[in-house]
């Protein structure tokens, strides 16, 4: 007769053995495995042990920001899926949403954040910044000013920017390919 | 024929009231598996249903409860939570 309680314990001690792998990765994991990347993303793990911290560049095949290369790093902390990831522009790029830090405005990055959302949907909230930048929730003000007002100027602002010249005195990094 | 029955075991098989192969919103595990910070499936890692009928895993979802942005809300519908029921 098999003894359903001591297996239990023995596969309990067992655990404790093993080196612990957190809730946060394992959820990574299973994202990543469903995750659908399109032509326009690539992902890079700098440290192929270590699923928490990724880069992840975004190529846009139409929009303003066509033929720029964005690049962001991706932080998750072990309260994930509690906590969103934390997302950056590591470049100095001029986008309404996008401030020189490189702080991202997307609102399931931050308020609307739930943890039934998934890396997923992350990427595609991105992609889509760069398809439909909003001027209606910035963090570059000037940026979605011109947007709002001027989208002619914005369109020429955006392609200067990403050549890595001065727009309004403020010097951007160029982004193209 | 006749046969003796000289010895016989007691099979169970249990799982969870819920439909086929659904996971947890919010560790994506199966719910006759249990949430990543239990061991053992079962009594010591229960379901619970929300009033706007989202099922999770009970220890899951009181995570959530806990971290500041969830402002009490549901996972699924961002309606605010109210358990409908719990199965122990």
Request: proline share 6%; aromatic share 10%.
């Amino acid at each position: 007769m098999i003894k359903i309680w001591s297996i239990k314990k023995d596969n309990s001690a067992a655990e404790k053995k093993k080196p612990k792998v957190s809730a946060a990765q394992i959820r990574v994991q299973k994202d990543l495995t469903e995750l659908a990347l399109p032509d326009t993303m690539q992902m890079s793990f700098p440290d192929e042990a270590d699923l928490l911290n990724f880069n992840l560049s975004i190529t846009p095949d139409e929009g303003f920001y066509r033929g720029g290369v964005f690049r962001f790093t991706f932080n998750i902390n072990n309260n994930y899926p509690h906590d969103p990831p934390k997302v950056r522009c590591s470049q100095k790029i001029y986008h309404p949403n996008i401030d020189l830090e490189g702080n991202v405005c997307l609102n399931i990055l931050r308020e609307d954040w739930k943890p039934v959302l998934n890396l997923n949907s992350v990427l595609v909230g991105l992609q889509y910044l760069f398809l439909e930048p909003n001027a209606d929730d910035p963090l570059n003000k000037d940026a979605a000013e011109d947007l709002r007002t001027n989208r002619k100027n914005f369109e020429y602002n955006v392609k200067q920017s990403m050549r890595g010249k001065d727009v309004k005195g403020i010097n951007f990094d160029n982004v193209l390919m | 024929m006749k046969v003796k029955v000289k010895r016989w075991h007691g099979v169970a098989v249990w799982r969870w009231d819920v439909p086929n192969e659904e996971v947890c919103g919010i560790c994506r595990v199966p719910f006759d598996g249990c949430c990543p910070t239990c061991k053992t499936p079962g009594d010591d890692c229960s379901l619970i249903w929300g009033e706007c009928t989202h099922v999770f895993h009970m220890h899951c979802l009181l995570r959530w409860l806990q971290t500041e942005g969830s402002r009490g809300q549901c996972p699924m519908d961002r309606r605010t939570w109210g358990i409908k029921f719990i199965i122990y």
